[in-house]
């Protein structure tokens, strides 16, 4: 059906994480986040502040 309509069809890489630049950035917070080792849900907001505060470019 698509040649019928001379569509041409291209398959896409599969996403890879190595690619997409905010992955290291996640990475980071999620280190920082478990060695803060919050209990609760206030502490959780005030440490993931922090990480992100400490992200760079």
């Not at 069809?9 to 890879?16: K, Q, Y």
């Not at 996640?26 to 993931?48: F, M, P, T, Y």
Request: net charge neutral.
């Amino acid at each position: 059906m698509l040649a019928a309509r001379d569509v041409e069809v291209r398959f896409l890489p599969p996403c890879s994480p190595d690619l997409n630049p905010i992955e290291p950035m996640w990475s980071k917070v999620k280190n920082l986040l478990r060695g803060a080792e919050a209990r609760d849900n206030d502490q959780l907001l005030l440490e993931i502040g922090k990480a992100l505060s400490r992200v760079t470019a």
